[in-house]
């Protein structure tokens, strides 16, 4: 068996085959004879994300590549498999596959143990959020989306463990949810708190976790921290509050940073969700509901613009909501749809009344 090596390790032997490959100065680089390796799509402290093509298939996907045969890895990344199996959601990415094989890079061997997901050809909501300028409403929108695949997960007994907005990605139709590497199942009624280490790593990252957390006792709220904290950062552009400050700055907090930057309505619902006492959360159910409501309070002439811009994209997916976009979210987008055209009609009619001015709009900041 080849011996291990380490991610970074990987990266430089594997970054200029796949450069070789592409140029036509080297043979492609195949896995199981089956998926030819494309691009390095990121790194983390224990592996590699790779787009691929599924030869067999013709399609493309993502492999997350460990290089290491270690059983309590092995362990880790079966459950990962299995329950993401499990998550058929539009708003989750998919598993299909999961091995271990010898990565051939030329003149050395690595082992690999390998995840094949869907890949999804879009980027994660903090660099979405950077590049593109996104509106409130977009924002609170893609959010809506990908807490309607935690909110499933949840649904179905499963904790995320580290919702962050680098674990949400925007593709052509939807936002959803993924690495679910933490991913744990929650307890049934009788059953013993479940282990709450993992192979080598931190439950999670410091900056979205709940006090609990923390401590080692995450549960289905402290994903809604993580949630909130996540969406508060997207729409201020900063963290709530300092994650380095420890868990007594929570509990004494007389306001969160940049909180005028937000419609008082989200803020509120967003505070509530961070609240210091897990039982003073709403489920994830819950602050989704209080968003919806909160969206759907936006003036519609903010609208306007997000909604011309989605043109046909919109239309077309409201006729098959099964492909990317959750019932809930079509709804809501009719919804906002119908708001702007009324909005509209309303400035057309005022215009052509000789002794009145244009009807007023309510502000996005209450």
Not at 75 to 87: F, K, P, Y
Not at 152 to 174: S, Y
């Amino acid at each position: 068996m080849a011996p291990p090596v380490s991610p970074g390790e990987l990266e430089d032997l594997l970054g200029p085959r796949l450069f070789a490959a592409k140029t036509g100065f080297g043979a492609p680089v195949l896995l199981e004879n089956r998926y030819e390796l494309e691009h390095l799509r990121g790194r983390g402290a224990r592996g590699l994300v790779v787009r691929a093509r599924d030869v067999r298939l013709d399609r493309p996907v993502a492999l997350k590549l460990y290089p290491s045969f270690e059983p309590a890895l092995i362990d880790e990344v079966q459950r990962e498999a299995r329950i993401l199996a499990r998550l058929e959601h539009p708003n989750i990415v998919a598993v299909h596959d999961m091995g271990c094989a010898e990565l051939d890079l030329g003149q050395r061997r690595a082992p690999c143990l390998f995840l094949v997901m869907n890949y999804i050809d879009g980027p994660h909501i903090r660099s979405w959020v950077a590049t593109n300028r996104p509106s409130v409403g977009e924002i609170v929108d893609a959010y809506l989306a990908a807490g309607e695949g935690l909110a499933a997960a949840h649904e179905r007994g499963i904790l995320h463990r580290d919702v962050k907005p680098a674990n949400i990605v925007i593709d052509r139709e939807t936002a959803r949810m993924v690495d679910f590497g933490l991913a744990r199942e929650l307890p049934r009624a009788g059953e013993a708190q479940a282990r709450a280490t993992e192979y080598g790593v931190t439950n999670g990252t410091l900056a979205y976790m709940a006090p609990e957390a923390r401590r080692g006792h995450a549960n289905a709220r402290s994903d809604v921290f993580a949630f909130s904290v996540a969406l508060w950062e997207s729409l201020t552009e900063a963290l709530p509050f300092d994650p380095e400050a420890g868990t007594w700055l929570l509990a004494n907090q007389a306001d969160f940073d940049r909180a005028g930057a937000l419609p008082r309505g989200i803020a509120k619902v967003l505070r509530r969700g961070m609240s210091f006492s897990a039982s003073e959360r709403p489920s994830l159910r819950e602050v989704l509901g209080e968003l919806g409501e909160e969206r759907a309070g936006l003036a519609p002439s903010k609208l306007l613009g997000f909604v011309k811009g989605l043109g046909s994209r919109i239309e077309g997916l409201l006729g098959r909501p099964s492909r990317g976009v959750t019932a809930r979210w079509t709804a809501r987008a009719r919804e906002v749809m119908a708001e702007a055209e009324a909005e509209v009609a309303a400035r057309r009619e005022a215009a052509h009344k000789p002794k009145s001015g244009p009807r007023g709009t309510d502000s996005q900041e209450e």
